[in-house]
């Protein structure tokens, strides 16, 4: 069985380009819907260019905190994916 952690990943891994998840909406989806921040924790942990940790967002449609893994902002890159306007 996978833990967590692993879920989460594989899950924010498989968000589309031009698409986003909440923080709630991926930790619902790993099996833990209370967990939204340890979601985010995992987030801003990552390392792995290869996971799309920008494409998470916050319930309330804002952006949320970034790590600056894959450049300048959240912002910047959700806008050239299309995912915001």
Do not use: W
């Amino acid at each position: 069985m996978k833990k967590f952690t692993e879920k989460v990943i594989d899950i924010v891994t498989n968000i589309p380009k031009g698409k986003t998840m909440t923080y709630a909406e991926v930790a619902n989806k790993a099996g833990s819907a209370q967990a939204a921040r340890a979601v985010g924790s995992i987030m801003a942990k990552n390392q792995d260019r290869n996971v799309p940790c920008h494409r998470v967002i916050r319930s309330d449609g804002s952006l949320g905190p970034y790590n600056g893994l894959r450049g300048p902002s959240k912002e910047a890159l959700l806008r050239e994916e299309g995912a915001i306007g």
